[in-house]
């Protein structure tokens, strides 16, 4: 079986999903239209940061020949195709020049996806986060939440109109939908199925217990946008148990390559993770999987779209934005025992909501059984 997996490497799943089907006898490959700060690693990078308008969009054509290729899958990854049209933003929603941009990409990512269909391809996508979730929608439903907390160049009505036309179309042409957070099933198609966090080999990130250690506690935080995370309303808590005395140190991870920041995650004790998206993010997973207790938000009425079982498993230290003082001070006052057994649970529950290798095998399962549907199994 040969699969592709397309266009972004947002949270290394893409790569990680795709490492992990090679264990198990899949030739996966993984190419990305760009490379982000992270650097993780994949097959093919389509653009270089130097190329120009004409040369962005001569590449994108030639990469298009995949189609045609001898793919038996074709798995896109974070909402996108190769072809998916850049959404509009209140500053740019009336460019003309927007508009042709928009009409080309829509019109290619809809032959992309109608050439993948008659060849009886099946496509698979997976959602992430803010590829799926929409502004309006959190602002109506949810108390707490990223949209709230951000200005509208982050979420917008037509950044929001954007993503429902984005789901439906790739809700008519794929087979299977995956989302990473719970709260995305509120807004993607009811056969949309929840699916843990599959991007880190357990093997490459081993245990550092290092709670026991004589020392104050480091406490990491690691944010890829700090009004989205919570990151101020982390500092003031900090600065204000730093003012009654509590002795520890923050070790904040930003803009670091995914190797060096893993260097940084080794050193820390606790991990404060994200305040108001409502679940927990791949970092926690990586943090867990180093043995690091995490406190995050998590929405209790989203749990009902995961297993009953791995909601029971949950280790964090729950907070939100009016409790994270608290949290931090309880983690402050815990006996070090105490932290080191929440560490060793943290661990025991990536190994088993986050094996790698069974998620990876649920996912062949799936892709073998879109193949029997079509006669080409």
């Known amino acids: 079986m040969k699969v592709l997996h397309l266009p972004t490497t947002v949270g290394g799943n893409p790569q990680g999903l795709s490492h992990h089907l090679q264990a198990l006898g899949v030739e996966s490959e993984t190419w990305i239209l760009t490379q982000n700060t992270f650097g993780y690693p994949a097959d093919k990078v389509i653009l270089l940061p130097t190329d120009s308008r004409l040369q962005r969009w001569l590449k994108k054509l030639t990469a298009l020949r995949y189609v045609l290729q001898d793919y038996d899958i074709v798995h896109f990854n974070f909402g996108q195709t190769l072809f998916s049209p850049a959404p509009p933003s209140p500053q740019t929603k009336d460019s003309w020049l927007r508009r042709i941009r928009a009409v080309f990409a829509r019109a290619a990512q809809w032959l992309e996806l109608s050439i993948l269909r008659f060849r009886q391809v099946p496509l698979f996508v997976h959602y992430q986060g803010d590829d799926a979730r929409q502004g309006d929608f959190c602002r109506n439903h949810f108390d707490i939440t990223i949209a709230k907390r951000v200005d509208e160049s982050y979420y917008n009505s ?51 217990y290092n709670q026991l250690e004589n020392r104050p506690l480091r406490i990491g935080h690691a944010p890829s946008h700090r009004q989205a995370k ?90 939100d934005p009016t409790s994270l003082e608290v949290g931090l001070k309880k983690v402050l006052e815990m006996p070090r025992q105490m932290l080191y057994e929440l560490a060793q649970k943290s661990r025991a529950f990536v190994e088993k909501w986050h094996d790698p290798i069974a998620i990876a095998q649920r996912i062949k399962t799936d892709y073998e059984q879109a193949l029997i549907q079509r006669g080409k199994l």
């Open 158 to 208: 037509f950044s929001d109109d954007h993503k429902r036309l984005q789901i439906k179309r790739l809700s008519h042409f794929c087979s299977k939908i995956y989302a990473l957070n719970p709260d995305l099933l509120y807004v993607l198609p009811p056969q949309a199925e929840f699916i843990p966090y599959s991007h880190i080999s357990l093997q490459d990130w081993t245990p550092v």
């Open 230 to 319: 919570g990151t101020d309303l982390l500092l003031d808590a900090l600065n204000h148990l730093s003012s009654q005395g509590y002795d520890f140190e923050l070790v904040l991870v930003e803009n670091k390559p995914h190797a060096e920041a893993m260097r940084c995650y080794q050193d820390i004790d606790v991990l404060v993770d994200q305040l108001f998206a409502g679940w927990y993010g791949g970092l926690a997973v990586e943090a867990m999987a180093l043995g690091k207790p995490v406190l995050v938000y998590i929405r209790e009425s989203d749990l009902h779209f995961i297993p009953t079982a791995m909601r029971r498993d949950l280790p964090f230290i729950q907070v």
